[in-house]
């Protein structure tokens, strides 16, 4: 039965057009990670040639206002992007498990205790606090941005787990290993989570598009990373630098495009699995 499960949900998940183009999208994305460096000689930060050179057969990117080339910069961003929404993501997912499964199976006493804290972290001004952060870090790396990201994104998915949670633990299987003499941890990990993999897979991939983007966004306005290079820090240089008024399309439209693209393509995909997990929503 197992398997004719998984080759339906196959079967739908290889007919579903949203699924095939959102991971096409990212999948592209994270080849160019991997290859893009292959590609080119330099480093992000090198003095490669003539300054705000477009786009040419030599400077696939052109080359910003101190002669370093974009494209270079761009594949180096790319990999921090991809770090920020692993780490971020992954964190921020972790964190809702766990305290989405403690609250919605232990209820009572714990479950409110867990409640208050989601809801102080959920109204915490996240600007803020990096601000301060920022203040007292004169470095700050990916793995810093990442693990703040996650520390503080976890919130609606513990609640969203909290929820399916508190549905799952009456049912009768979970009865069933509650009498045989499970511990909570085993009962929550062979018994409740199974039946709950496909919405937690949603949750990590829209933990990880919601990571990369607010690392942009704090990377655009100059709160990111001071020690490495990425997408956000491509358009922050390019503003800071006079990009749109000197003309320079090449220096902020290209990392611009791409977290477009990537944050687009995963809430595609969550689309499109979303779909393939629920019979009533999969194209026919």
């Known amino acids: 039965m197992d398997l004719q499960v998984r080759s339906e949900t196959l079967y739908f998940a290889w007919r579903n057009t949203k699924l095939r183009v959102g991971l096409s999208v990212v999948l592209f994305f994270v080849a160019l990670t991997f290859i893009g460096p292959l590609l080119t000689d330099y480093a992000p930060y090198d003095y490669v040639g003539p300054a705000a050179q477009p786009p040419s057969p030599e400077y696939w990117f052109g080359t910003t206002i101190f002669g370093q080339d974009v494209f270079t910069q761009f594949v180096m961003g790319l990999k921090a992007t991809f770090q920020v929404g692993i780490i971020g993501g992954g964190l921020g997912t972790l964190l809702g498990i766990l305290i989405g499964f403690t609250a919605g199976y232990r209820g009572g006493l714990v479950d409110e205790i867990l409640n208050i804290f989601t809801n102080i972290v959920l109204v915490i001004p996240t600007l803020a606090i990096l601000l301060i952060i920022a203040a007292y870090l004169e470095v700050r790396g990916i793995l810093t941005e990442s693990v703040f990201i996650g520390c503080t994104a976890w919130p609606w998915a513990a609640r969203a787990i909290r929820a399916q949670t508190f549905s799952l633990r009456t049912r009768e299987f979970v009865d069933l290993a509650r009498l045989s003499g499970m511990n909570v941890w085993r009962i929550i990990m062979t018994e409740i989570a199974p039946n709950m993999m496909s919405y937690l897979l949603l949750v990590f ?69 979303d779909e393939v997990f629920s019979p009533k929503l999969r194209e026919m």
């Open 205 to 273: 991939i829209l933990q990880f598009g919601g990571a990369v983007l607010i690392a942009a966004t704090l990377d655009f306005i100059g709160l990111g990373p001071t020690n490495a290079v990425s997408l956000g820090l491509m358009m922050n240089n390019a503003v800071l630098w006079g990009a749109l008024l000197l003309g320079m399309w090449w220096w902020f439209i290209p990392p611009g495009l791409a977290i477009m693209a990537i944050v687009g393509a995963l809430y595609v995909t969550n689309v499109g699995l």
